[in-house]
């Protein structure tokens, strides 16, 4: 059991000493290769002037989001899923459910916004210079990040447990509504838009090589 002394504790999955060394030695390769490669990312385009353009600054946020993503929920969900328990209180569990929401949505905000600077450069490159400015860029940014914020702080705040869950366990689970609303605008919406766009992109780029 996740914690003996408990009735209603989750029972612990068992694993061999060989697979709990090789997940833990694997995961955390992962994680501190996440880490390294995007702190590089961030370093370059912050370090040198040459690279302060509107693109840039998306590619940036986005590594700030992903370098989170390997130092936060990588490890705690690598631990859950070795572990097969939760061992962080009910209260970290929201929070942590929070910080990893929050990171995914921002990722995939930013992507977005790559595909919208791409389309602008590709099919309007005249009028990009003026368009697209870095002011403007790093408001559009950072509206994300507090949109995402909201976003998923609204998603947290309406999470029910579940009524049969085991002690020792973070699962947790969405109403109907909820979930809808996750998978449009979390996932339909923002695909949608990144494929029709690049369709776009890929159609000009054909015509301006013939």
């Known amino acids: 059991y996740c914690f003996p002394a408990i009735n209603s504790s989750c029972i612990k999955g068992k694993r061999s000493s060989y697979d709990y060394y090789f997940m833990y030695m694997f995961f955390s390769l992962l994680s501190a290769g996440t880490v ?33 993503v390997g130092l936060i929920v990588m490890p705690i ?10 061992y962080f209180r009910d ?41 697209i400015t870095m002011t403007r860029m790093l408001i559009i940014v950072c509206l994300c990040w507090f949109f995402s ?16 869950a085991c ?14 609303i996750d998978l449009i605008f979390s996932f339909l919406f923002p695909c949608t838009l990144i494929i029709t766009l690049y369709l776009r992109i890929f159609y000009v780029a054909q015509k301006q090589v013939k």
């Open 36 to 68: 390294f490669l995007n702190l590089l990312v961030i370093l370059s385009i912050s370090h040198f002037k040459k690279l302060h353009t509107p693109t840039n600054l998306i590619i940036l946020s986005l590594a700030v989001a992903d370098m989170l």
């Open 77 to 86: 969900e690598a631990i859950k899923l070795i572990e097969t328990c939760w």
């Open 91 to 131: 209260t970290f569990c929201r929070l942590f459910m929070l910080i990893m929401g929050l990171l995914l949505s921002a990722s995939l905000s930013n992507l977005v916004l790559i595909a919208i600077d791409r389309f602008v450069a590709v099919c309007h490159p005249l009028q990009y210079p003026q368009k």
């Open 149 to 164: 914020s909201v976003y998923n702080i609204a998603i947290v705040i309406s999470i029910s447990h579940r009524t049969d």
């Open 167 to 180: 002690y020792g366990g973070c699962n947790i689970m969405l109403t109907f509504e909820w979930r809808v």
